[in-house]
């Protein structure tokens, strides 16, 4: 049988999530999701070492090279199987409401049959959990403010972290047809909204039915929904729905233009064309008298004809950017280009970190960074953070890294834990010995807006604390991140000489797009970050890139678009 570490990776992290559910011991839960971590770092096959080997992996322990092993015989994993049919669906769901722990979410299936968001928002209307144990009103009223927190009803769009993968795979597989010349993803993922309802696809070839078959017979695709002339629609692995549209290579730019949207977007780009004499569609830029293509083959092209500067995608949402490009003065935004380095990573010494600190500098050292926070997490971190003489032992570290890392400035920090009151940890004195700090809500998620807010103001009033981590905490689709009061929050920034962190992991983008803007607006200085966690994730700049575009920053609200020195000066000039 065929299979991958990623394979592997996702069994074990499944079973450590169902323990969870269940209640178990977290330090079992940890070592599964440990153990999935690592493999899914595994730069060799697993399925080429032995058993033996396998166990002797670091990070692996007994039970889950067990499980390994039992995976590689015979293709399933006995204990996920009975976990699965033990912890219903529904309870898994229930269990991501924020302040609703696994034991109330059995609870509530169990006493009421509750199975899911939906089911719980009819039960607090018909108020049908207060009978319950231990459940008194103000808890009913925490939930209803999780599920308020938590969205709308959203079941059918997926976070863009999930579709993702998906689509940049189904894009590789697409341009390497014969048949295919250019080719992208469009639509709500290009723009890089929170979660898509869709993949759209979008290839330039002037032979459709070659490329519409290989989407039908991909292995990525479950099932052909539609498959008409223009529009091909499938059902992808991950219960997304992907729809590729083949178009001539001369309509290229207008196609994507009009496929990426948004609708808005569109409409008020139609209306500009309208007003010029000319109409737009996918097809092209048309002059109305002659009939003619005024322009249609790249992007570019289409926005020049309009008389408009380019609009980077993820600023096509019909908030201000249309009459500012045409106007001239469409903020010339941040690119990946302009990043000059990280201020935010991890290694192996704290427990979450997955590859050693060498790796990480020598992978960031090649991707042509010129410099690079190591920021692993601080004592008060249960389980994963570093005690003072470890963080010593650290620095020691990364003296004898330098002399291998020409070109790559290393600087020697720390994820601080803000605290309930906004204190953190080691002391003053030792937390001034570090180059750069980033300070992060890690715990007591759920404080009301007030004391949420006034808690991580106070951190940004200490000298040391050179970036608020993704300040609002939610975890796309999943978690709501903490009730804070944004306005307040960009303006201590400013005023403190504090960076609001961009995280760039597509689970996270936090802050968000909407709440860059009103952070550069107020004239505070963003910091793109990977947070990463390994070296995969060192990928991941371009969504933070791409998110503050959605905020319309441009490389002078990004403190990692400066340079050392005047990353340094940033830094000093708080202390
Ligand atoms: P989603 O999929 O809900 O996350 O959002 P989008 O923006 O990807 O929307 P989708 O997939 O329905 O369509 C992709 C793009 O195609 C959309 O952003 C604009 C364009 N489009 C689709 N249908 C229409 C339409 O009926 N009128 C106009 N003007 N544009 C459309
Ligand atoms: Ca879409
Ligand atoms: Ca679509
Ligand atoms: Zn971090």
Not at 42 to 56: G, K, N, Q, Y
Request: proline share 3%; glycine share 10%.
């Amino acid at each position: 049988m065929a299979w991958t570490n990623e394979d592997v990776s996702r069994q074990l992290a499944e079973i450590a999530a169902l323990l969870r559910l269940r209640g178990e011991d977290p330090f079992k839960v940890r070592a599964y999701e440990r153990a999935a971590g690592v493999i899914a770092a595994t730069p060799v096959d697993l399925a080429e070492l032995s058993p033996e080997e396998i166990a002797r992996l670091k990070g692996i322990g007994r039970s889950s090279a067990r499980r390994i092993d039992e995976y590689r015989r015979t293709g399933r994993i006995d204990m996920l199987e009975r976990l699965r049919a033990d912890v219903p669906a529904g309870v898994a769901e229930l269990a991501r409401v924020p302040g609703l722990g696994p034991k109330t979410a059995r609870l509530l299936h169990a006493e009421l049959g509750l199975s899911g968001l939906d089911d719980l928002r009819a039960a607090l209307e018909q108020g049908r959990l207060r009978g319950l144990a231990g459940l008194g009103e103000k808890t009913e009223q925490n939930l209803r403010r999780a599920l308020e927190r938590m969205g709308a009803k959203d079941d059918d769009r997926v976070p863009a972290a999930d579709a993702l993968p998906v689509a940049e795979e189904l894009c590789a597989r697409l341009a390497a047809l014969p048949a295919a010349g250019r080719v992208a993803y469009a639509g709500s993922l290009r723009r890089l909204r929170e979660t898509v309802g869709d993949i759209d696809l979008l290839v330039a070839s002037d032979q459709p039915a070659p490329v519409m078959a290989a989407l039908r017979d991909d292995s990525l695709t479950v099932r052909v929904l539609a498959a008409g002339e223009k529009k091909t629609s499938v059902l992808t692995v991950r219960g997304l729905q992907a729809d590729l549209r083949v178009v001539e290579p001369a309509a290229w730019g207008a196609a994507l233009v009009y496929f990426t949207g948004s609708k808005a977007h569109n409409v008020r780009v139609r209306e500009r064309a309208v007003r010029r004499g000319l109409t737009l569609n996918e097809y092209g830029l048309f002059d109305r008298v002659t009939g003619g293509r005024v322009a249609g083959r790249t992007e570019e092209e289409v926005y020049a004809a309009l008389g408009m500067a380019f609009v980077p995608a993820p600023m096509r949402e019909d908030a201000g950017e249309v009459q500012a490009a045409a106007d001239g003065v469409l903020p010339d935004v941040v690119t990946a280009a302009d990043v000059l380095g990280d201020l935010h990573g991890h290694t192996d010494w704290s427990g979450d970190g997955k590859a050693s600190m060498q790796d990480m500098l020598g992978a960031a050292r090649r991707r042509g960074d010129r410099y690079w926070a190591v920021t692993d997490h601080a004592e008060n971190l249960v389980m994963n953070g570093l005690s003072r003489e470890r963080m010593v032992a650290q620095r020691g570290a990364i003296e004898r890294l330098r002399g291998g890392l020409s070109g790559l400035t290393v600087l020697h920090g720390a994820e601080l834990n803000i605290g309930a009151d906004g204190e953190l940890d080691y002391d003053r004195e030792f937390l001034l010995g570090f180059d750069f700090c980033v300070a992060s809500v890690h715990t007591l998620m759920h404080r009301p807006r007030e004391e949420q807010t006034r808690r991580i103001v106070a951190a940004m009033e200490h000298p040391a604390v050179n970036v608020i981590g993704h300040p609002v905490g939610r975890i796309i689709g999943r978690r709501p991140g903490y009730d804070i009061d944004v306005e307040v929050i960009v303006e201590a920034a400013a005023r403190t000489g504090t960076a609001l962190e961009v995280n760039a992991s597509p689970r996270r983008l936090d802050l968000s797009g909407r709440m860059v803007r009103r952070a550069v607006e107020a004239g505070a200085t963003v910091a793109i970050s990977c947070d990463a966690h390994s070296l995969g994730d060192l990928g991941n700049r371009v969504y933070g890139v791409a998110t503050a575009q959605r905020g319309w920053a441009r490389a002078a609200d990004v403190l990692n678009c400066r340079d050392v020195d005047g990353l340094r000066d940033f830094v000093a000039a708080k202390r």
